[in-house]
C-alpha cells in the first residue's frame, strides 16, 4: 500500500488548503482513511477521519473548519482546511489502518502513512 499526500504550502491566516492522498495497492474503497499532522516539536496527533462509508469523525480542535472526504472511484482522500489558523502549522500526514474492520481505527491501528505534506501559515 502506498499513499502519496500533497497539497500543502504556505499561506496566510484565515486562508485554506486542500489536501489530496492518492493511494494505491488495494481496494481503496474498503479501508478507513485518516490525517494527522505534527508540529515542529509535538507528538502527531490525530486531525481526521472518515470511514469506507464515509461517516466522518474530527478532533475538537478542527471541528468547523477541516472537511474530510473520500473519492473513491479516484482512490483519494481529502482534507479541506478552511480558516487556517498559525497553530494549524505542521506536516499533515495521511494514514490507513491494515485492517478493514477498523470504522474509525486508534493512531495504532492505522498501518500505512504517507509521507507527509507540509502546511506554514503565516499570522
Known amino acids: 500500500v502506498q499513499l502519496q499526500a500533497s497539497g500543502g504550502g504556505l499561506v496566510q491566516a484565515g486562508g485554506s488548503l486542500r489536501l489530496s492522498c492518492a493511494a494505491s495497492g488495494r481496494t481503496f474503497s474498503r479501508y478507513a482513511m485518516g490525517w494527522f499532522r505534527q508540529a515542529p516539536g509535538k507528538e502527531r496527533e490525530f486531525v481526521a477521519a472518515?470511514?469506507?462509508?464515509?461517516?466522518?469523525n474530527y478532533a475538537d480542535s478542527v471541528k468547523g473548519r477541516f472537511t474530510i472526504s473520500r473519492d473513491n472511484a479516484k482512490n483519494t482522500v481529502f482534507l479541506q482546511i478552511d480558516s487556517l489558523k498559525p497553530e494549524d502549522t505542521a506536516v499533515y500526514y495521511c494514514?490507513?489502518?491494515?485492517?478493514?474492520?477498523?470504522?474509525?481505527?486508534?493512531?495504532?491501528?492505522?498501518?500505512?502513512w504517507g509521507q507527509g505534506t507540509l502546511v506554514t501559515v503565516s499570522s
Open positions: 494514514a490507513t489502518p491494515q485492517y478493514a474492520r477498523y470504522r474509525f481505527p486508534s493512531i495504532d491501528e492505522y498501518e500505512y
Open positions: 472518515i470511514s469506507m462509508t464515509s461517516s466522518t
